[in-house]
């Protein structure tokens, strides 16, 4: 079993739209979870962080965390081309809380 | 404000040859300190990570070993490269408070030829 898991995509939305990302992962105990953007080439960059169940928003980004569900998401409203970019959650304290797992990514494209 | 310095920004090594790869952190302490391989289209591998000075934890056995000779100063590097290594390293930083995100490099790109 994975450790961290996404659908690879690609993801296709049209601009304007919302899009909507997912990433499960195994280790009931982690306690720290976050998503990053990583354009092509370049290295990934903190889009936000969450450590509770429910919802965080900060501007057109939303994330949600379900410990029970081993559940995390990303939204996107209002999605701009300029969002096209591979999508990376990460989860801490999968075997110790120094240590941060990847799930492989998602690409996502916003078409004008 | 804290900043992490990655270089070379690109490397062409022949087989067989030796790698070394510097990272070092500027504007805070003690942090921990990790190398990841991202391998074309794919996810970031965790390669090691350090927690202090001389303590590295090894993620996956291969060729490549790591030091961390100063408090913020990361080290990649080994003997004899293979063909598998190459990739995309990025190096990262966090404050090692078990919540911490981590900040990332801007990434060294490795062919092995």
């Known amino acids: 079993q994975k450790e961290v898991e996404q659908n690879s995509g690609p993801l296709s939305v049209p601009e304007g739209a919302i899009a909507s990302l997912n990433c499960t992962y195994s280790d009931r105990g982690s306690q720290s979870f976050f998503w990053y953007r990583q354009y092509s080439g370049k290295s990934p960059e903190l889009i936000m962080s969450?450590?509770?169940?429910g919802d965080k928003e900060d501007g057109r980004f939303t994330a949600q965390l379900n410990k029970a569900s081993q559940y995390v998401s990303l939204l996107i409203r209002d999605s701009q081309p300029s969002d096209s970019a591979t999508y990376l959650c990460?989860?801490?304290?999968?075997?110790?809380?120094?240590?941060?797992?990847f799930g492989a990514g998602t690409r996502l494209t916003v078409k004008p | 404000s804290q900043t992490i310095h990655q270089w070379p920004a690109t490397l062409v090594q022949p087989v067989g040859s030796p790698l070394s790869l510097e990272c070092t952190v500027e504007?805070?302490?003690?942090?921990?300190l990790y190398w990841y391989r991202q391998a074309a289209g794919r996810g970031l591998q965790l390669l090691f990570y350090?927690?202090?000075?001389?303590?590295i934890s090894s993620e996956v056995p291969q060729n490549l070993s790591a030091s961390r000779p100063q408090d913020r100063q990361f080290i990649l590097s080994s003997k004899k490269l293979l063909l598998s290594d190459s990739g995309f390293y990025l190096c990262a930083w966090s404050q090692g408070q078990g919540t911490s995100p981590l900040h990332f490099g801007n990434g060294t790109r490795l062919t092995v030829t």
């Open positions: 350090s927690v202090g000075i001389g303590q």
């Open positions: 504007g805070t302490s003690n942090p921990n």
């Open positions: 990460a989860v801490m304290g999968v075997y110790n809380n120094n240590d941060m797992r």
């Open positions: 969450i450590y509770s169940n």
